[in-house]
């Protein structure tokens, strides 16, 4: 019995590998690439080539993804200080209400900013000593939160000496300093300050007392140099194509390798990205880099956009979503969050605790809709209309604001207005409500009308500052903007 059963195995064996050995050998294999040539089951010296370029392109695409987070805070971080002079360890003030000349991941027309960039491994450990009455967050570059500033910080909104430590740092923290440390080298602050009655300078003075300086130098600090915008434009946008991948190289180089991500690194070494190795891509390496970065980015643009993501939806029945579908350390249980990193950090750009927690009265949130009531992608050709029902549950105030769809910035039209807020002087109607406008050309009365532009697509943000509890148990809700007929 035991050498029928041995006699049978073999034979169904060999049958088995007979009949796959056929199908391997006899080629070519039909893919979406293409055939794949075959010499003996052994793909031929054509199809060596043509399955290593389509091995980068796909390895490309995804790295595109996954380095979103940081490729935004390198774009930042360079416009600032080419377009405007800031440096790190600066202060670069927005010292009025940011207008669609600067073009930043949804850049915000309501409140008044500030920005500081440090480099952990040039200066060690570094101070940001915030005044009372700024609010914010200091980031990594991959966009983590490393402390918060402010009412969710360790200064509780009464201002204090944040230390800022290295990856990796192991030397003494002195008393007196809110001591954080960093898994980057690199880290963003960006503070906000709250406009009270429309006094809009004391927000920027506010702002203007933020200092910076390297702890080696706290004995006496250096004069922190504070940079003011103006009217001046920013270009923080990422570049499409080629020069994503330049602005990759150069942020990787400056940070340390984490565990999470030695894949990727594996991924971009073939390409020619290589921590520590000038970035001199050959011609085919040029070449697949230029097309995957196309491609990465509307399959990054589709994730934000076209989320499938169970916690999308914020209002069911809706085509509002949640801008923040992420925990802010990016992780989840059993995995780290690569699809809801991608949701948030093309569209927008800094990531808080704040920003998830559910305190009435505190923080803000903010929702997004992309398309109609019908489903249908919003077109700048066509009129809208956002009815806003009474009562908005916000302690501070409401905005609704436009944004490009490429290059995820306030519409710049003629009248360079890309919003509408409850401080502005809004037409209501007599229950109280407010109907927003949208389209080409103004409506009869144009106070609540925001221009948008044919042959573009938008987006809005709606924003909620001291959202109340109605906001979180949903008693009251937004509509779908809703296309004229």
Do not use: C
Request: net charge neutral; glycine share 8%.
């Amino acid at each position: 019995m035991r050498s029928f059963i041995v006699a049978v195995a073999t034979a169904a064996l060999v049958i088995g590998t007979t009949a796959s050995a056929k199908d391997v050998l006899t080629g070519p294999v039909k893919t979406h690439i293409g055939p794949v040539e075959l010499q003996g089951g052994y793909p031929s010296t054509k199809s060596v080539s043509k399955l290593y370029d389509e091995l980068d392109f796909q390895r490309a695409t995804q790295a595109y993804i996954w380095a979103t987070p940081l490729v935004a805070m390198e774009a930042l971080r360079s416009a600032n200080t080419s377009d405007w002079g800031v440096d790190y360890n600066d202060v670069g003030l927005v010292d009025g209400y940011t207008t669609p000349v600067v073009s930043a991941l949804t850049g915000n027309n309501t409140t008044i900013y500030a920005a500081v960039f440090t480099d952990l491994e040039r200066d060690g450990p570094v101070v940001i000593d915030s005044p009372v009455g700024v609010y914010g967050v200091i980031d990594d570059f991959w966009q983590r939160p490393v402390v918060e500033v402010g009412p969710f910080g360790p200064d509780k909104g009464k201002g204090g000496k944040f230390l800022l430590l290295p990856p990796g740092y192991d030397g003494p923290v002195p008393d007196g300093y809110l001591a954080a440390k960093s898994k980057t080298n690199q880290t963003m602050f960006i503070g906000r300050a709250f406009v009270k009655d429309g006094d809009t300078k004391s927000a920027v003075d506010t702002l203007a007392r933020i200092k910076v300086y390297p702890l080696s130098k706290a004995e006496r600090p250096p004069e922190t140099r504070v940079v003011r915008a103006g009217d001046r434009p920013l270009n923080s946008i990422a570049p499409k194509g080629f020069g994503y991948w330049q602005l990759l190289s150069d942020a990787l180089d400056k940070e340390p390798v984490e565990e999470r991500d030695r894949f990727f690194h594996a991924m971009l070494k073939p390409l020619g990205i290589e921590k520590g190795k000038p970035f001199k891509p050959d011609d085919r390496q040029k070449k697949i880099l230029t097309e995957a970065a196309d491609v990465g980015f509307l399959m990054a643009q589709t994730l934000s956009m076209a989320p499938r993501l169970e916690n999308a939806s914020s209002y069911p029945g809706t085509h509002w979503e949640w801008v923040l579908t992420l925990d802010p350390s990016q992780e989840a249980p059993g995995y780290t969050q690569l699809d809801e990193r991608t949701d948030y950090t093309f569209e927008a750009i800094t990531i808080a605790e704040g920003m998830i927690k559910q305190i009435p009265g505190a923080g803000s949130q903010y929702m997004s809709a992309a398309k109609d009531k019908s489903g249908t992608w919003l077109d700048g050709g066509r009129v809208y209309t956002l009815h806003v029902p009474a009562d908005v549950p916000a302690k501070e105030f409401w905005a609704v604001t436009v944004y490009d769809v490429m290059t995820r910035s306030m519409i710049k039209t003629g009248i360079m207005k890309a919003g509408v807020s409850s401080h502005d002087k809004l037409k209501a109607n007599a229950d109280g409500s407010v109907d927003v406008h949208f389209g080409p050309k103004p409506p009869k009365d144009d106070v609540n009308w925001i221009r948008t532009i044919p042959g573009r697509g938008w987006f809005a943000y709606f924003r909620w500052y001291g959202p109340t509890e109605k906001f979180f148990d949903k008693t009251w809700t937004l509509p779908d903007i809703v296309a004229s007929k």
